[in-house]
C-alpha cells in the first residue's frame, strides 16, 4: 500500500497562520509580518520533503506464539520495528496493529525517535474467548516530521492469523472401553479366541520358535504355531449438530460453542482411547483420525442452513454421541431410531428451544429408544455428566 502524506493539525494552523500572517503583513505595509508570514507558510512543504523516503526505511516484522490455541487461552504477538537506513534516523514513528472486534482494542505505540538501524520491540497478549481463525494486521505505521507538522501513514505487509481451537474439558479416563473387559486397548480379536487357547496352525519356513505352540506339538506329532491374531479397532460416531435455527446466543455463551467444543472434548476422549473416531455434520463427515486435525476443523466450522440432522448408521459403533440444539418431536424420533452401540444424546440446554418441556419432550423420546440423555447447560458441566452417561464397562471412561 503505498503511503498517504497528510498535514497533522498542527501543520493546517502553522499553515493558516503563516497565509494570515502574509495577508496582513501586505495590508498594513510591515516587511517583518510579510517575512514570518513567508517562513510560516513553507514550513509544512519543507517538512513533508524531509519524510521523503523515511516510509521506506522503517521495516518491520511480526510473530504470533504460539500461533494455534485454544479459545481462552492467551496468545503474545511480538512486533519488531526497524530502521534499514545506515545514515537516516526517522524522527518520530508511531505503530498500532489491525485486530478484529473479539480480540478486542487495537494496540497503539509510540516509539519516537529511532535512529540509523536502530530496533524496537513491542508485545501485547490477545484473549480469544470463541473459536476461530483470527487475521493478525496489517500494521499500521505513522510517521511524522520532527516538528510534527506532516504526517506520513502506511500499512505494510500481509496479516498474519491466529487459529483459535474450540475450548475442551477432559473427561474421566477410568473404566474399560466398550467389548473389553478392563483392557485398555479397545480392540476386538476377530477370531473370539484368546491368548490361552490359541488356534494354531502348521509350522512353515520362517516362523519363528517363540511362536511355537508345544500343547498343540505334542498332541499332532509335528511342529504347530500360534495363529496371528488379527484386530480390528473400536469406532466410535460423533453427530455435531451445526443447524443455525437449532442454536441461540452469542459469544462463548453460544450454545453452537457449546455444542462444538462438547463434541470435541468427546472425540478426544476416544482418540486418547485409541478408537477410531467418525465425526459427522449436516455438511458431511469430517477430518478426525488426529487430534490437531480435529481442532483444526472445528475451529473454522461455522453454523450450517440445513434443516434436518443427518441419519447415522444403525450398526457397527460401539457407541454414538449425538450433540444437538433445539430439535422437535419430530427430529428427536427420528434421531431415536439411528446410531449403533451405546448411545449418548447431549442437548445443549441453551438452545433454541422454545421451551422448557420441549426440551425435557425430545430427552423422554430419545430415552425411551434406549438413548443415554445428558442436558447440558455449559461445557464446564461435561465431565460430571459423562460419568453418568457413560457406565463402566460400557462406554470408554
Known amino acids: 500500500m503505498r503511503p498517504r502524506r497528510t498535514l497533522t493539525a498542527r501543520g493546517v494552523c502553522m499553515l493558516l497562520l503563516g497565509l494570515a500572517a502574509l ?29 521523503i523516503g523515511a516510509a521506506d526505511r522503517v521495516v518491520h516484522s511480526r510473530s504470533v506464539v504460539p500461533s494455534r490455541v485454544p479459545a481462552g487461552h492467551d496468545a503474545r504477538i511480538m512486533i519488531r520495528i526497524g530502521n534499514s537506513s545506515h545514515t537516516w534516523p526517522v524522527a518520530a514513528v508511531s505503530v498500532g496493529d489491525t485486530l478484529p472486534t473479539r480480540l478486542g482494542h487495537e494496540p497503539r505505540y509510540s516509539i519516537g525517535f529511532l535512529g540509523p538501524r536502530g530496533v524496537r520491540d513491542l ?20 510517521l511524522t516530521d520532527p516538528l510534527g507538522l506532516v504526517r506520513v501513514e502506511q500499512r505494510p505487509g500481509a496479516p498474519e492469523h491466529l487459529l483459535v481451537t474450540p475450548a475442551t474439558v477432559p473427561l474421566d479416563r477410568s473404566g474399560s472401553s466398550g467389548g473389553t473387559q478392563g483392557d485398555d486397548s479397545p480392540r476386538r480379536t476377530q477370531s473370539g479366541i484368546g491368548e490361552q487357547d490359541p488356534v494354531p496352525r502348521g509350522y512353515q519356513y520362517g516362523d519363528e520358535l517363540r511362536r511355537v505352540h508345544w500343547r498343540s506339538t505334542a498332541k499332532h506329532g509335528e511342529l504347530m504355531v500360534r495363529r496371528d491374531e488379527q484386530h480390528r479397532r473400536e469406532y466410535g460416531v460423533v453427530l455435531l449438530d451445526t443447524r443455525r435455527g437449532a442454536h441461540a ?74 450433540v444437538t440444539g433445539a430439535l422437535t418431536a419430530e427430529e428427536a424420533a427420528a434421531l431415536a431410531r439411528s446410531g449403533g452401540g451405546h448411545r449418548v444424546a447431549v442437548l445443549c440446554a441453551g438452545a433454541a428451544w422454545p421451551s422448557e418441556q420441549a426440551r425435557a419432550g425430545a430427552g423422554e423420546i430419545l430415552a425411551a429408544s434406549g438413548w443415554r440423555v445428558v442436558h447440558l447447560p455449559a461445557l464446564s458441566e461435561l465431565p460430571s455428566l459423562w460419568r453418568d452417561a457413560a457406565p463402566l464397562g460400557k462406554v470408554p471412561r
Open 123 to 142: 508485545a501485547y497478549l490477545v484473549r480469544p474467548a470463541v473459536r476461530g481463525n483470527y487475521p493478525l494486521g496489517p500494521l499500521w505505521i505513522a
Open 23 to 51: 495577508v496582513a503583513g501586505f495590508v498594513v505595509g510591515q516587511r517583518e509580518l510579510v517575512v514570518l508570514g513567508v517562513l510560516a507558510t513553507a514550513l509544512p512543504p519543507a517538512a513533508a520533503l524531509s519524510l
Open 249 to 322: 446466543g452469542g459469544g462463548p455463551a453460544d450454545s453452537l460453542e457449546t455444542a462444538v467444543g462438547a463434541a470435541a472434548s468427546v472425540a478426544l476422549h476416544l482418540l486418547d482411547r485409541n478408537h477410531e473416531v467418525r465425526l459427522h455434520t449436516e455438511r458431511g463427515r469430517m477430518p478426525a483420525a488426529v487430534p490437531g486435525a480435529l481442532l483444526d476443523g472445528l475451529a473454522v466450522l461455522e453454523a450450517s442452513d440445513a434443516a434436518a440432522l443427518p441419519a447415522l448408521p444403525t450398526s457397527g459403533a460401539s457407541l454414538t454421541v449425538a
